[in-house]
């Protein structure tokens, strides 16, 4: 049994069939992506496993207990920790106050004790997040490299056995993708966090992934490694177009 | 033997009681509203409950200060948890709306039920503060102070913090686990409570209640709010206390008074958007902080 199994995931908008009985696993320390064109479905599988929308059909097993329907909240005190596509800081407080609010969630009130203990991790998250320059910045002066950072950061800091990225390089370039991209390689070696990556980037995505879900129309089409999926019928006609193989090689 | 020398009448000193008491309301309307964003647009209902209460009690029985305050405090703070049960899902105009809803059925209520709330006229009668008008203004300057300090040390504290995580992003909270009702729920319960002491002193400071006092203030905490400065509960405070201290100063120029007291609330929310005291606090750090690299 993996960390986390997802079974016959199904969601419907009105007419729409957004995840169509998606089903995947997630093993810990694994990093795994989810590919697909815009309107897939993507953020769709991400909503409902962190909890903001409620599945109507399907299985969402997290070390051994079905967490489907559970509140955001539930299911973040479990582990599993989602960032937004669109970044989400906490305006009219500096970068430091942002990780600290997320100190403050029930997760880590367990395993805090006191303030100078809370500070110490806060600062250890600014260090590897390389966030230092911009602690004590209010956030809503940041650029969006740095807000993008933070939003990994904001994620990373409490302690998520899993965490769920959506898009975190978009808008970004190569230079301000590399580090978020370190952050993310260290949290998944160091504390053996599983990721989950939805990412349009292809050569970072495919390069910091293990195993791709390939998805199309709210359907799974393919799975396997980068290599396999580059070379896949499916995707290349949903998705790569010729030369996903040059991306996967570059 | 006067110990405050400053007041040579006492009709600078009953203004300056009220002054302080407003400040006390202004600042729980930005410990729910400036704090998560939730703008209640009814903050009479939290006031009227403190202050009606106690007028009810003593049509029966002179309730003195020393039961009322802490009877107020914990009506007026389950009123709050109940209000905010059924409302705190609601966002922006929505949440607006139904606060004012809820004042406006209590202003109707104070008015029809004339029986129980004497209507227009209000409930006389009830037992002064303390004997003198100075020692009521010493109770009340000790409270405000006491109950801005609290508010201050919370809004500072780590609770405050999250109230305000709130106010930017309620789902970015969610998503690291933080349960935004509970704490929605309890700033409504610390907000309501404070200003329902607030309603329930100045029952006691009048020896009266009525709509006249009570129902101007779902609109007037706002603007006193806004005007000293949101998020910080001092800079609201001291704006509640300024412009009721201002606007009674200009009661002598009788029907200008209205005026000079509109062109002070377009002025400053023209010119310093983030409230006057915001403005005067950020100021002060810089220079201090200028000073402090020489
Ligand atoms: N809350 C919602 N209500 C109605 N329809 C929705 C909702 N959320 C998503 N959809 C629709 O479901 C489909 C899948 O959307 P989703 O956001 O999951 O796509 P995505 O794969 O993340 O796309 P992108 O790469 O553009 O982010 C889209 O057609 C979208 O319009
Ligand atoms: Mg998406």
Known sequence: ?250 | MYIFPVFKDYYLLNVFSIAVIYAVYAASWDFLSGFTGKENFGHAAFIAIGGYMIGFISSVYPIKPFLSIPLAAVVSAIFGILIGLPTLKLKGPYFALATLAVATIFEKLSISLSDLTGGEEGIYGIEFLTQGQISSFYFVLTFAVLAILIMYILGKSNFGLILKSLRSDEDAARALGIKINFYKISAFAVSSMFAGIAGSIVAHFYGYIGPDIVYPLSLNSIIMAVVGGIGGIVPAALGGFFLTFISEMLSEFGDWNQLLYTVVLILSTLFLPSGIFNYLGAKIRTIGSKAGEK
């Open chain 1, 1 to 250: 049994m993996a960390l986390l199994d997802i079974n016959n995931l199904y969601k419907k908008f009105g007419g729409l069939v957004a995840t169509n009985n998606i089903t995947f696993s997630v093993e810990k320390g694994e990093r795994v992506g989810i590919l697909g064109p815009n309107g897939a479905g993507k953020t769709t599988i991400f909503n409902q496993v962190s909890g903001f929308i409620k599945p109507d059909g399907g299985e969402i097993i997290f070390n051994g207990e079905n967490i489907i329907g559970k509140s955001p909240e539930f299911i973040a005190k479990k582990g599993i920790v989602r960032t937004f596509q669109i970044v989400k800081p906490f305006k009219g407080m500096n970068v430091y106050d942002n990780l600290k609010v997320a100190t403050l969630s029930p997760k880590m009130k367990e395993e805090i004790k006191n303030e100078t203990e809370r500070k110490k991790w806060i600062e250890y998250i600014i260090d590897i997040c390389e966030l230092k320059n911009v602690a004590y910045t209010m956030t809503d002066l940041l650029p969006q490299g740095y807000l993008k950072k933070l939003e990994v950061a904001k994620s990373l800091a409490i302690k998520p056995k899993v965490v769920l990225l959506d898009e975190p390089f978009a808008g970004l370039t190569h230079s301000e993708i590399e580090p978020i991209s370190k952050v993310i390689i260290k949290a998944n070696e160091v504390s053996g966090t599983s990721i989950v990556l939805i990412e349009h980037r292809l050569k970072e995505f495919m390069q910091l992934v293990e195993r791709v879900i390939a998805i199309d129309y709210g359907e799974k089409i393919a799975e396997g490694t980068p290599e396999e999926i580059v070379k896949n019928k499916k995707v290349i006609e949903s998705y790569l177009g010729k030369g996903g193989e040059e991306i996967v090689n570059s």
